[in-house]
């Protein structure tokens, strides 16, 4: 297994996909912090002043002391997660397009070995992804939050571990959906338009017309976002445990979407149920390439 994984491993840094996607992760994550770090620094203009005092008055705290970092932080790192799915779907459907299975499948024991060694190698390479997305959105809510409203050290840790397990499910999620595809270009149109237009589509609808405030707590790209995004949102009391009294449900909402993950319940919460669709993707996609035609 060892030289199968070393093998993966340099199937990966002798192409360019990894950090080309890497790139743009890093620019987005910067970008989406800085643009929402800007707004939520001025949370008494962005709430409004009784929304905003009335917050702080249910956390306890006066209202310079509101975590605002956090909803850009938790923003900054969802919007990267994107790529390491697409880097995911790489992992089988990239090489079924270059042709290059065939060899992948034959010098292993057998596919199952083959499979497992994959999965390690992403493993590994999704956690690297965290941790340079969750440095590029830390960077950018440093550079646009006053100093009272950064994250503290603790809350940052569990950003940051958050923020792993995140690239990690959605770089396994993206290779099962490129297993279950078996095309890159058709994985990837369709998971861009899924997670980035359509999903989010449904939950303004559902928010604004239907009065549905979980819907983005089950879907895939709301359920991957509640995994760092329920972290910002459960400091104001907009997710999981309650601050005591009575949060107004529109608020509590826009509280969610601001840290980029409008639904979503406790973290932990979100990542099993992310976990549940990937294993549903992940599973199929080992089931197929245990019968398919690689000549």
Avoid: C
Avoid at 213 to 240: D, K, M, R, S, Y
């Amino acid at each position: 297994m060892g030289n199968l994984v070393k093998a993966e491993s340099r199937k990966i840094i002798t192409t360019k996909s990894w950090w080309i996607l890497l790139i743009p992760s890093v620019a987005f994550a910067l970008a989406f912090a800085l643009f929402w770090g800007a707004i939520t620094n001025d949370l008494n203009d962005y709430l409004g002043s009784s929304d905003a005092r009335e917050l702080a008055g249910l956390l306890g705290i006066s209202l310079g002391e509101l975590p605002v970092g956090l909803l850009a932080l938790a923003h900054g790192v969802n919007i990267g997660t994107i790529f390491p799915i697409i880097f995911g779907v790489f992992a089988l459907a990239g090489e079924y397009s270059k042709k290059t299975i065939t060899t992948t499948f034959l010098t292993a024991p057998n596919r199952g070995s083959a499979l497992t060694a994959k999965m390690l190698t992403y493993i590994g390479f999704g956690a690297i992804y965290g941790l340079v997305i969750v440095g590029a959105a830390s960077l950018g809510t440093v550079l646009t939050v006053d100093e009272r409203g950064l994250p503290t050290a603790g809350q940052w840790l569990g950003v940051l571990g958050a923020g792993i397990l995140a690239t990690v499910l959605a770089t396994l999620f993206g290779i099962g959906v490129g297993a279950v595809w078996n095309s890159v270009v058709g994985s990837v149109i369709t998971l861009t338009i899924w997670m980035l237009i359509v999903e989010n589509v449904l939950v303004f609808v559902s928010f604004g017309w239907l009065d549905i405030t979980w819907l983005g707590g089950v879907l895939p790209n709301g359920t991957l976002n509640g995994i760092v995004g329920a972290i910002g949102a459960e400091a104001f009391g907009a997710a999981g445990l309650s601050v005591p009294g009575e949060l107004d449900e529109d608020l509590q909402w826009l509280l969610q979407y601001t840290a980029g993950a409008p639904g979503a319940f406790a973290w932990w919460v979100s990542a099993a149920i992310f976990l549940a669709w990937t294993m549903v993707f992940f599973l199929a996609g080992w089931a197929a390439n245990q019968r398919r035609d690689i000549t």
